[in-house]
């Protein structure tokens, strides 16, 4: 089964090659077949370990070329096994530097063009071939001589003969020296001459030193480059620490810190993680065989302004604070303060403490009050007094005055009153 395949190369006999990215391996199936084998990477016997390939190429002569893309490598096959051929010191950005690489493709001159994703560019590198530099050198040696008059013409021609020798060493030398000889005679009545022409050519070749077969996991052209999975793309998370192990498929195993768990120390099942408590709240794991009334086994010690399982709630320090004169009492600075809403009229802690403002109007205040108090009192003294000599002892101070207004107002109502007209009537009678 594939996991996220990114690339596929269809060979000359309709083989697949398919860059299995999840899997970190390279799968061939063959023509007519449903089913794959893992060539390189997770499941294969390579001697190398690939981390995210995402694409494949394989050449005239059935190498293949892969590129390795997590560990920012082109890898590539020989007779001797699987080698990095390009970014072979890490990733970066520099130009013999790849980061996250994503398809590789060759030019008709056997040059390498590699898609440098993070870096935004086309890498070209120059394929190194086996092909030996040849100096040549070549002698000629001419001794000539010629007549005027040409009678007849023989003409014989002897082949060169070639011998070689070559060594199995590092450094072999093969030499080849080829003669030819051409012979003419010609005749006249008067004159014989004889012309011979030897042409000598030598050739040495010194083949370019083969790449090194590095043992075990270094890879590079003097094996100085590490391909285990945990110096190439370090997988372990959380502070773990990482161990090269071929036995497993990943090809690494990670070590652990306490509280951390999975393959790559991903899970972080601790008590008290860093998210546990809130608000600068610090967490103490409690004993596992005991847990708290909330039904956690750890405690978060809460700063002062907070409280909760996780110091999610803010304390409100204005539950047994009193505010007098309609202050308001609010949190501020892990402190509470009463905020005074009369601010012109009181001041203090508790706005208990009145300003001079409002003692001088209270003065006046009490001032006018007192006038209108004594106003009132008297006035309904007089009015009780009065009613009490009247009801009581029969004494009215005021009825001589009434009658007097009473005989004014029917005084004033008889002048109103027009007077009556005499009104004399005579009646006549018509015939």
Known sequence: MLNSPQGIYVDSNLNLYIADSANNRIQFIQTGQLNGVAVVGNGSSANIILNYPTGIVLDANGYLFIVDSYNHRIVGSSSTGFRCIVGCSGGGST??????????????YGNIYVTDRNNSRVQQFALQTNNCTIPTTTTTTTTSSSSSTTTSTTTTTTSSTTSSSSTTSTTSTTTSTSSTTS??????????????VTTTTTTTTTPVPPAFYCPGTNIGAYCNVTSDACSMSQPCLNAATCFPDLTVPVGYRCGCQTGYTGSTCENDERICKDDTCWNNGTCIEVNSTTVN????????????????????????????????????????????SCICLTSLFYYGNYCEIETSALKVKQALSKSFASVAITVLVLTCSFVIIMDVLKYVFKIDPIKAERLKQLQAKKSAKSKSKPKARNVAVRFQYVA
């Not at 130009?95 to 008709?108: G, M, R």
């Not at 012979?183 to 011979?196: G, H, I, L, Q, V």
């Open 95 to 108: 130009a013999f530097q790849l980061s996250f690489p994503q398809s590789v493709a060759f030019d008709s």
């Open 293 to 336: 009334n909330n039904g956690t086994n750890f405690y978060c010690n809460c700063s002062k302004s907070f409280t909760g399982v996780h110091c999610e709630l803010k304390v409100n320090l204005c539950v047994n604070i009193k505010c007098q004169n309609h202050g308001i009492c609010q949190t501020v600075n892990m402190s509470w």
């Open 183 to 196: 012979s003419t005679t010609t005749s006249s009545s008067s004159t014989t001459s004889s012309t011979s």
